[in-house]
């Protein structure tokens, strides 16, 4: 089991990412905060110290590649990072653009272009002296999902996208992790009027993230109830099979958005 000294984590202002600072100090970490809110930021950060650890904030957008370089640059100055997750992400409901092909544009460019920009700054940062580069993909990413098309594309993608790296980065001092939370209780999934089964509370999400990232583990699947059935079932369902299932669902019937 490894314990982490110097963490990175972007989409750290809200959520899943916040929380998973707070239990990354908890154990022990030094953490750097990033994402978009600066005052959310920096009452993380404050939030931490307060408790007797060390954190600072990094605003930064992950749609920009050169503020990505420059807060790695930042972070990696007084000594070098061992663990980065890449955390940012955004929902459908979230993106504002007024059709559906400017939309799905809006939410690639954070959840795989920005993504990708994160982990391979990661993998850069943490080659030469080793350390883990993990990203909140989702269990969305198994199949496709009524009123969330263009997110359950950009997670199956970044997954995709994490599998090929880590054969790649093979025998180098590297550990990718592809984490796939389920439904967690965060402002994202908050305005979701549809059933989230084995809804899970932040905290208990943030403890099976850093555990699965202590562990070293390639993919992280929570919670089981969920990933199991819907992988083992869901997974090798036919198409026509899974779309009689999801028809009856209320997110099937919500009003379309163009
Ligand atoms: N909640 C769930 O059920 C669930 C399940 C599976 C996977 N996930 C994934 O877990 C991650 C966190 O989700 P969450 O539920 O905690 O959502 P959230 O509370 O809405 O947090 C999203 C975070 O991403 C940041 N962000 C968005 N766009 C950004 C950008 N361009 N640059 C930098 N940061 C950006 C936001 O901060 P700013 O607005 O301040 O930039 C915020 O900190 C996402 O990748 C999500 O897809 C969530």
Redesign the pocket.
């Known amino acids: 089991m490894k314990s982490f000294r110097k963490a990175l984590v ?9 929380a998973i600072c707070q239990e990354l100090a908890a154990r022990g970490a030094e953490v750097i905060a ?4 600066e005052e ?2 920096e009452e993380l950060a404050e939030e931490l110290r307060a408790l007797g650890a060390s954190a600072r904030a990094e605003p ?4 920009s590649p050169e503020a990505v370089r420059e807060v790695f640059a930042r972070a990696s100055a007084d000594g070098p990072l061992d663990l980065v997750l890449a ?5 459908e409901h ?1 993106v504002e653009a007024s059709d559906r092909a400017a939309r799905t544009r809006q939410l690639l460019d ?2 795989l272009a ?1 993504a990708v920009t994160t982990i391979e700054a990661g993998v850069a940062a943490v080659l030469r002296t080793g350390g883990t580069v993990g990203v ?5 990413g198994t199949r496709g999902l009524p009123g969330a098309a263009a ?1 359950c594309a950009s ?1 199956a993608a970044i997954s995709t996208y994490v599998e090929a790296r880590q054969v790649e980065l093979r025998g180098r001092p590297v550990q990718l992790v592809d984490i ?10 908050a305005p979701n009027r549809f059933p989230m089964p084995f809804l899970m509370d ?1 905290e208990a999400a943030a403890r099976r993230t850093v555990d699965g990232l202590e562990a070293g583990r390639s993919v992280v699947r929570y919670p089981r109830r969920l990933a199991w059935p819907l992988r083992l079932l869901a997974g090798g369902l036919p198409r026509s099979v899974w779309r009689r299932l999801l028809q009856g669902d209320r997110r099937a019937s919500q009003p379309d958005r163009p």
């Open positions: 972007t989409g750290a202002s809200s959520g899943l990412g916040r990033c994402a978009r809110r959310q930021l930064l957008d992950v749609t955390g940012a992400g955004v929902a979230s954070v959840n920005g909140l993909s989702s269990l969305a997110y997670k796939q939370p389920g439904f967690v209780r965060t402002p994202m999934t932040v």
